[in-house]
């Protein structure tokens, strides 16, 4: 594992502060540790790994910087070149305070400290992660929530609002962590002490724009430059590996990634031997049109056995989405080759309109247009008041929308989220109720969806997931398996340009009717297979649910930790139960999915004694 562990503040003195940190490091998962600066005001140490980590101590500054930042600023990109980025961002600090991460982009987590005074940021994608804790006036900080968990001010006490919030959203979104007392930065956020004086502060925000009149031709120039530029960034002597998963942005990606490596590029691509789970069909395709050297393993139930420990160990928060099993798989696979670099497509359908719900929603808010009579005095009298509207099927699928429409966004994205499915009552107990609030994780999808200055619905669910299920899922997923792979990951489709082009592209690019990515599909034509280019959307799921029935050592160990998390006062013995039935005789895909939340969060407590 990569990354650090420290604290600044002069409450947070301590005698054995090597000690400390030796702790705090340990509860990351790093195996060794090394010192940057232990001083009266603060102290950090480091662990290197597949990213880089830069420091810097002099005098009573301190700096560490963990990632690829991409200077903005010309003179600080040459002064990094020369002197790196820990010792840039330092002086620079000291120069310009907080405006220098202004000038900041690509993908990083820092720290930078000077006397009692401290700062801490990540990227605006959050593709690294840095949690953190205000105690006794002073800031204890590191690149993994357990770290600062383990700081002896700080504490292991489990936050049982985030492990509802687990349940909701699959993992913990930020700011909160498992955790109680620490937090984790959002993307684009810094934390700053001086003094007594705090701030928590977000320094960059995403420009939407609804109208574009630029040309057809023009844009797709402008596209393709930037995508061949934001891939050449990470290109040098040392060859990379790709993810090819067969769709859009993994096909892109490996396909520049093939023209400007000088050898053949290698990917690394997922199967599975279960009926609509498969895509390999489309990885040949894209293999054949680049001219990539494929390299295909196909999942098996055993696999996934061993990956759960690995996910448990990597992850420094319960983590439930299962595809970071191939994910992982790729990795390693990839990394058994040799390659401890690779491209991944991951952000596309965040900042060009790909994912499927977009076209959808707009379907609802058709109805929100409409004259508030024609709604009220005309629609829905016809849709509820009919005799018999139950039993005429035109009339049923009308009341159906109606009800939809009438719930606004982003609340309607999550009509159908597990937890709406049954009281939950039926699912927890009452004493883990009455420590939670049941609204909060819609609380926060509705300040995150309302906080951006387009006025359009797509940007705002683009940059409600560019948030939720970029940062917070897709990001996590990607960059701690490969970590645990041996393998650095970089995501061409963030790189600042880029995004930066794509939110002035107006709303009607992105999803046009019920075309999602229109743009960028038209725009890649000729470059992508037309068989690519019109694939119905599939994700990188597993078939873990029926597995988990049909592979006895799976099976065996999902069954041994429901009965575990089922004694730890928070779930209903009683549902669960009813859970392994339902999981059984009735849809073993959609029930596997809480059985999978369920085991891997106990499986994730049992690897730290929890």
Not at 52 to 69: E, F, Q
Not at 79 to 101: C, D, I, M, P, Y
Not at 347 to 362: C, L, S, T
Not at 516 to 544: Q, V
């Amino acid at each position: 594992m990569t990354g650090f562990v420290g604290w600044c503040g002069t409450g947070l003195h301590s005698d054995r502060a090597n000690e400390v940190l030796a702790d705090m490091g340990k509860a990351a998962g790093f195996e060794t540790i090394t010192a940057v600066a232990v001083e009266p005001h603060f102290a950090v140490a480091v662990r290197q790994g597949v990213y880089p980590v830069s420091h810097y101590a002099a005098a009573g500054l301190c700096a560490v910087v963990m990632g690829r930042p991409q200077w903005l600023d010309a003179a600080l990109a040459a002064e990094a070149s020369h002197s790196g980025a820990a010792s840039t961002l330092a002086q620079a600090w000291r120069r310009e305070g907080k405006n220098v991460l202004k000038k900041l982009a690509g993908n990083f987590s820092l720290v930078v400290m000077d006397g009692d005074r401290v700062m801490a940021a990540i990227d605006p994608f959050g593709i690294h992660a840095l949690s953190y804790a205000q105690i006794n006036g002073g800031l204890v900080f590191s690149s993994h929530s357990g770290a600062v968990a383990a700081h002896p001010l700080v504490g292991q006490a489990l936050d049982p609002q985030a492990l509802f919030n687990f349940f909701y959203f699959h993992t913990i979104p930020s700011p909160q962590t498992v955790f109680k007392k620490v937090a984790k930065l959002q993307p684009a956020q810094y934390v700053a002490l001086d003094g007594a004086q705090a701030s928590l502060e977000f320094y960059h925000r995403h420009r939407y724009s609804d109208e574009n009149h630029a040309s057809f031709e023009d844009k797709k120039h402008d596209l393709h430059r930037l995508m061949e530029q934001s891939v050449a960034r990470h290109v040098d002597a040392t060859p990379s590996a790709a993810f090819l998963s067969g769709g859009l942005d993994s096909s892109t990606v490996a396909g520049y990634l093939a023209r400007l490596q000088k050898n053949t590029t290698d990917t690394y691509s997922i199967g599975f031997e279960h009926q609509g789970f498969d895509e390999m069909e489309y990885v040949r395709i894209a293999a054949k049109h680049f001219s990539l050297r494929s390299h295909e393993y196909y999942l098996q139930p055993q696999d996934i056995v061993e990956a759960i420990p690995v996910i448990a160990k990597a992850y420094d928060e319960p983590f439930a989405n299962n595809s970071a099993i191939p994910t992982y798989y790729c990795a390693k696979k990839a990394r058994e080759d040799g390659f401890t670099r690779m491209f991944a497509g991951d952000g596309g359908d965040e900042i060009f309109g790909g994912n499927a719900r977009y076209a959808k929603q707009m379907l609802f808010e058709h109805y929100a247009a409409l004259p508030a009579w024609m709604r009220h005095g005309l629609v829905e009298p016809l849709a509820f008041s009919f005799p018999f509207a139950q039993h005429l099927m035109p009339l049923r699928k009308l009341q159906s929308y109606i009800q939809q429409a009438n719930v606004p966004l982003p609340d309607r994205l999550e009509t159908y989220n597990f937890l709406h499915r049954q009281p939950l009552s039926e699912l927890f107990e009452a004493g883990f109720l009455a420590n939670i609030d049941a609204s909060a994780p819609i609380e926060e999808l509705r300040k995150t969806y309302s906080d951006t200055d387009s006025t359009h619905p797509i940007n705002h669910m683009l940059h409600l997931d560019m948030k939720f299920t970029l940062a917070d899922n897709d990001l996590r997923k990607v960059t701690r398996m490969g970590e645990a792979a041996g393998v650095e990951v970089v995501f061409p489709m963030l790189d600042h340009d880029l995004v930066e082009f794509s939110c002035k592209l107006p709303p009607s690019d992105k999803v046009r009717g019920q075309q999602l990515r229109w743009f960028y599909k038209k725009a890649l034509g000729g470059f992508l297979p037309d068989s690519i280019i019109n694939k119905s959307k599939h994700g990188f799921g597993l078939p873990f649910g029926p597995w988990a029935l049909s592979h006895p050592p799976l099976k065996e160990l999902v069954y041994d930790r429901l009965e575990a998390i089922s004694k730890r006062g928070w779930i209903r013995p009683a549902y669960i139960q009813n859970l392994k039935k339902m999981h059984a005789e009735v849809h073993p895909v959609y029930y596997g999915t809480m059985v999978w939340n369920l085991v891997i969060l106990e499986e994730w407590l049992q690897a730290r004694h929890l």
